[in-house]
Nanobody, 121 residues
């Protein structure tokens, strides 16, 4: 069984910062790409940021320059540092990992349960 568990969400005023963490646990061979998605009420889930096992990153245009994704491979953990938060960043944030259960298997998508981020104006 593989689990992704997020932490670090909460309520913050506009201009503030939050740091999200997501730790993978269970039995698996390797984690490929890890990422953060978000879903605001009435909207589709969207990619916020992604990071490969080698450290290459990509960001949604709306968060470039404000959010930073990083990962600690030895801890199977990915982080999202969110600065200069805006009310439009309010959403449920989900961690995603492309995880290979065994050396012979392809990567499958795993999701965390989501953590609420609310930015007040």
């Amino acid at each position: 069984q593989v689990q992704l568990v997020e932490s670090g969400g909460g309520l913050v005023q506009a201009g503030g910062s939050l740091r999200l963490s997501c730790a993978a646990s269970g039995s698996f061979f390797r984690i490929n790409v890890m990422g953060w998605y978000r879903q605001a009420p009435g909207k589709q889930r969207e990619l916020v940021a992604g990071i490969t096992s080698g450290g290459s990153t990509n960001y949604a245009d709306s968060v470039k320059g404000r959010f930073t994704i990083s990962r600690a491979n030895t801890k199977n953990t990915v982080y999202l540092q969110m600065n200069s938060l805006k009310p439009e960043d309010t959403a449920v944030y989900y961690c995603n990992g492309g995880i290979r259960r065994w050396i012979t298997s392809e990567a499958s998508d795993y999701w965390g349960q989501g953590t609420q981020v609310t930015v007040s104006s």
